[in-house]
């Protein structure tokens, strides 16, 4: 008697190997459900493996005063996408600090992961905006790097630069309309996820 012994299934790695990663940056103060709406619709639209939000440290150009810290920014976008496997966060940014140019944490990522295309998701107004971005012709030439504009209200939603366009249902929420509707003490009920809006409560967060 002798049984057949099958040879044994090398088991690969997930490895980088042609990974699609969708990358969200922003200051997320406080991640609202216009957020998880583009997230989610642009990685399905596109068949990303994942699309990481990514806090910023300092956002480049904007005034960062109102921010609360990168530690409760981050707390609060680890609730929101709870119960997507889609969704994920990259903390690149607020590790290293400082002011969070886009080109150098693609330029660092894009090295670090030579086998991956990353598409980095920007919402109209910062389409509009790309001219004025730190070395911005470097930053579209890096390899495997796509921008993907998603229109929103208020905005031209129009470039000169390479973007490709997912179509989504337009939404108007803003993070600064939360924080003066919280401020007012109006509802924020169905413009972000309940557990973030309990932890906005429960650290009295935004309110002066
Ligand atoms: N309602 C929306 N529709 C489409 N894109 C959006 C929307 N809200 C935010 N974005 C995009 O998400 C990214 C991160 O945005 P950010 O964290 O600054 O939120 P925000 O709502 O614009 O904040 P604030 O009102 O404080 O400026 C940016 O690329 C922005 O254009
Ligand atoms: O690199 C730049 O010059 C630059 C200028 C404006 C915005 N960005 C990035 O775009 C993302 C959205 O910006 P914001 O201001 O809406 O949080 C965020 O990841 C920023 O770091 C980057």
Redo the contacts with the bound molecule.
Sequence with gaps: MYSKVKPAVKVQPLADHHRRIGIYG????PV?N??LL?ADQVGHALCLNKVKLMPDAIPPHVDHKDAVSGDLRLQMLELAIQGNPLLGIERTELDQGGVSYTYDTMEQLTRQHPDTDYYFI?????VDYLDKWHRIDDLIKLPRFHFVG?Q?PHAKNATKYPVIWVDIPE??????DIRERIRRGQSVNYLLPTKVADFIKEHHLYHD
Excluded at 171 to 176: A, C, G, R
Aim: hydrophobic share 40%; net charge negative; proline share 0%.
């Design positions: 922003g200051t997320f103060n609202h216009a957020h583009v920007i919402g109209g107004d910062m998603v929103r939404v108007d929420i803003s993070s600064s």
